[in-house]
């Protein structure tokens, strides 16, 4: 048993007191209602939970379970308490080996690392006229594959593209598992993202990078989603998306949750680094990108995230809530993302200037300044 004390974000809004845990939950909140502008002392939020991360510190999970182990401890560091394996295209015999070495890491979490959820599959069942970064692999969904990931790992999303002939069924079959079909890669037209989502595809993956965009006479998948979803992803490292159209996405999804799509080069040094399959990325400025400069994936980190939104003009606890509530309400995980009795003590401690102090995950210290 052991507590916290500052200024906490609960399910019921701000208290400022002491946060107790016992068996790696929430056992009791004993505390006041007030806002954290009465006083000096630390934020404690929910911890980040991160639904699309490759890597980290030199680490690709495209490389198993060591490089798995050093992304979730490095995430850690920086306020994720958890997150989801994220995969890219890859031939199928790659994917089922890959997945059986994740297997290990995602049910016994790694010391002083972050909890795995399960993974996302990026791919391959994308457009190969949208790749962005990802690999040239993509090819039409099967559903004998699909069920053997899911016997070997807890697959949570599926990024696929809903123009591909045949791929209605398979949103329709994922969405009947549990499993979010997501919508994301795509060169589909609006109306295609519309018959999806009423075929139960249930959000859209790093929303305008990747995806047809939005035209007056042609709203494109950006328009379908900035018109129907409840939930998507955005990358806020305000090099994917520009802040107008973050906050145009933020007026018009109710549940927009942020993710860092983090790369392997996330944590590390500006420069040159081999991502796969002999194909080198380049970090500088906070960018991450392929040789013809199309970004691949990210360098941000959650905490950066955070700030980044409050940067922007969001108050605190709804930026904590785009990085913790609706991603795990969007899994259907009711513990995590959130602090109250009973959930995980899954927590971020951050300064006055939201930097980390302290990271909590399970009720065990994976992090101190
Ligand atoms: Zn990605």
Redesign the pocket.
Known sequence: MFMLYGNILTLAGWRHGTLHAQGGRVSQIDARPATPDDNDDVYILPGFVDL?V?GGDGANIMDGADAAVTISRMHARHGTTSLLA?T?NAPHERLSVLLQALAQPISHRPHNGARFLGVHL?GPYVNPGRLGGLPNHARPAVIAELEQYMATVPVRIVTLSPEIAGHDDIIEWLAARGVRAQIGHSLGTYEEGVAALDRGAAGFTHLYNAMSPLGHRAPGMVGAALAHAEYSELIPDLIHVHPGAMKVALRAIPKLYCVT?ASLATGLPDGEYDKDEGRVITKCMGGVRLADGTLA?SALTMDQALRNLVSIGLTLDDASHRLSRNPADYLGVADRGRIGTGAWADWVVLDRQLQVQQVFVEGEQVYAA
């Open positions: 699309h490759h994220t890219v990026e799509d994936g």
